[in-house]
C-alpha cells in the first residue's frame, strides 16, 4: 500500500535551520514532492525530488534517497512567514494521483 | 503560467441546498484535475479524478451521487455537492495536471463551503 508519514508539529526559532523530514512507501516510484500551505490557502510548490540527493533552492532544500524511502525538506535562515503547514506527496505510478502526509505544521518563533 | 482558478471563494448555504464549485486553468490545457476536501488541521484526502469526456472515478468512500464531476472541457471542471449538510462544510481545492513530464500538480486557491 501506499504510506506516507511527517512529523504532525515542528516549532523553530527566527533565523534557525529547520528539518522537515518524511518517510514514504509506495508501490513504484515516481518523485516526491513538497509543497507549502498557509492556512486558509492552497498549497504551493516548493520541489520535486526525482533523484537522490540535495537540491538547493534559496532558502529551501529538499533531500532525497530512494533506497531509504526518506527525504527531508531543509528550511534556512527562518522567516515568520515561513510559519505554515509542510506537505510531503507521491505521485501514484501513472495515475497522476498524489498521495499526501498528514503535513508539518511549523511555527517560528521571534 | 500553470495558474488554476476556483470560484466561488466562499460559500455559505443552507443544509439541502446544492453548491457548485468551478475549477479552470487558465493558460493551460488539462486534461485531468482532482478534487481534493481539507478539514480543518488535516491533509488534503483526494476525492476524485476528473477526466476531461469522461465520467470521473471516485476515491473510495465518496460517494459519486453526492459529490458530481463534469469536466466539459480542457479547462473546466465543476464539482457540484447535493443536498449539502453541515459534515460537507470544508475546505474544497481541485488541481490540474499541467502536462509536463513530472506529473506536478498546480492548485487553485481553493472554496471555503460552509453549510448551516
Known amino acids: 500500500g501506499q504510506n506516507i508519514d511527517q512529523p504532525t508539529e515542528m516549532t523553530a526559532t527566527e533565523g534557525a535551520i529547520v528539518q522537515i523530514n518524511c518517510t514514504y512507501q509506495?508501490?513504484?516510484?515516481?518523485?516526491l514532492f513538497w509543497y507549502q500551505q498557509h492556512a486558509g490557502e492552497a498549497p504551493t510548490f516548493l520541489s520535486y525530488?526525482?533523484?537522490?540527493g540535495l537540491e538547493e533552492k534559496g532558502r529551501f532544500s529538499s533531500f532525497l534517497s530512494r533506497s531509504k524511502g526518506y527525504s527531508y525538506l531543509l528550511l534556512k535562515e527562518l522567516q515568520m512567514k515561513d510559519s505554515a503547514s509542510y506537505l510531503c506527496?507521491?505521485?501514484?505510478?501513472?495515475?497522476?494521483?498524489?498521495?499526501f502526509g498528514q503535513g508539518t505544521t511549523l511555527q517560528v518563533k521571534p | 503560467g500553470a495558474v488554476v482558478s476556483q470560484h466561488p471563494s466562499r460559500v455559505i448555504c443552507k443544509s439541502g441546498t446544492s453548491v457548485k464549485i468551478e475549477c479552470r486553468s487558465l493558460?493551460?490545457?488539462?486534461?485531468?484535475m482532482f478534487w481534493y476536501r481539507q478539514f480543518p488541521k488535516q491533509s488534503l484526502m483526494l476525492m476524485a479524478t476528473?477526466?476531461?469526456?469522461?465520467?470521473?472515478?471516485?476515491e473510495q468512500g465518496v460517494e459519486k451521487d453526492k459529490f458530481l464531476i463534469n469536466h466539459a472541457s480542457l479547462t473546466l471542471s465543476t464539482l457540484t455537492v447535493t443536498s449539502a449538510h453541515p459534515e460537507d462544510s470544508s475546505f474544497y481545492i481541485c488541481?490540474?495536471?499541467?502536462?509536463?513530464?513530472?506529473?506536478?500538480?498546480?492548485f487553485g486557491p481553493g472554496t471555503r463551503l460552509t453549510v448551516l
Open positions: 488541481s490540474a495536471v499541467g502536462g509536463g513530464g513530472n506529473n506536478e500538480q498546480f
Open positions: 509506495t508501490s513504484g516510484f515516481n518523485g
Open positions: 525530488n526525482v533523484l537522490d
Open positions: 506527496a507521491a505521485p501514484l505510478s501513472n495515475t497522476g494521483k498524489l498521495i
Open positions: 493558460d493551460f490545457q488539462a486534461t485531468t
Open positions: 476528473s477526466n476531461e469526456g469522461s465520467k470521473a472515478t471516485y
